[in-house]
């Protein structure tokens, strides 16, 4: 366990349907992150929270909703995907988004998201 | 662009050395990153080294930056079946006041015997 959590492991949806990923971490950082990991592709950043208030959104449609309650969780919520979104969602955090640099990412261990 | 490009693959004798090449765009980045992702779980800091060094070493591992050509690579010295894995690239531009990390597609790494 790296200290930041993610649920579920595995989420198989239709097209139709609607799901949250949980994030959580107790590490006491202020900066959370969603990032999407497709094969042979980079990393996509996502969306970016730093003290609860979103900071970036990366260009993401608006099927894929992130909500941060606060500092230690954060959710994705999902509905009528596409295949395509089919991919691992990973989240991160840090201790803050100016400090980030030096510090680096804490990841979870991601959930893997198959659209059917 | 905000693109950091790597070779997607590399195979790696058990034993020999394993070098890990990586592009980078922005030459403002205050640190560059090396992360390491096994089967099943999500991304883990290795090492990282901060623009105004040349090289960093680490046991078995060495980051050389060439910032220049803006140019980053990790060697991984005598390779163990252990070191299989994702390595990621990462540079940290400045951003609209913070910094974010932006990643390569990783190198995949096999080691045989």
């Known amino acids: 366990e790296t200290g930041v959590t993610q649920t579920p492991r595995h989420l198989v949806m239709g097209m139709t349907n609607k799901k949250s990923l949980k994030c959580e971490q107790h590490?006491?950082?202020?900066?959370m992150y969603w990032y999407k990991q497709s094969a042979k592709k980079p990393l996509e950043l996502m969306f970016v929270?730093?003290?609860?208030?979103?900071?970036e959104n990366n260009s993401v449609p608006s099927r894929f909703s992130p909500e941060c309650p606060n500092s230690s969780h954060l959710f994705l919520h999902l509905h009528t995907l596409q295949p395509e979104d089919s991919a691992l969602y990973l989240c991160a955090s840090s201790q803050d988004n100016a400090g980030a640099a030096n510090y680096g990412y804490t990841f979870g261990s991601g959930t893997r998201l198959t659209v059917v | 662009g905000e693109d950091v490009e790597q070779s997607l693959f590399l195979s790696v004798r058990e034993g020999d050395s394993s070098v890990i090449n990586c592009t980078y765009t922005d030459s403002s980045s205050t640190y560059l990153y090396w992360y390491k992702q096994e089967p099943g779980a999500g991304l883990q800091l290795l090492t990282y080294?901060?623009?105004?060094?040349d090289m960093k070493q680490d046991q078995r591992l060495t980051v050389l930056l060439n910032k220049k050509d803006k140019h980053l690579s990790l060697r991984i010295a005598d390779t163990q079946t252990g070191d299989s894995a994702i390595y990621f690239c990462?540079?940290?531009?400045?951003?609209?006041?913070?910094?974010?990390?932006?990643f390569g597609a990783g190198t995949r790494l096999a080691v045989h015997p």
């Open positions: 080294i901060f623009s105004n060094m």
């Open positions: 929270y730093n003290f609860k208030e979103q900071t």
């Open positions: 590490l006491g950082h202020n900066a």
């Open positions: 990462a540079e940290s531009p400045p951003s609209g006041g913070y910094n974010k990390l932006i």
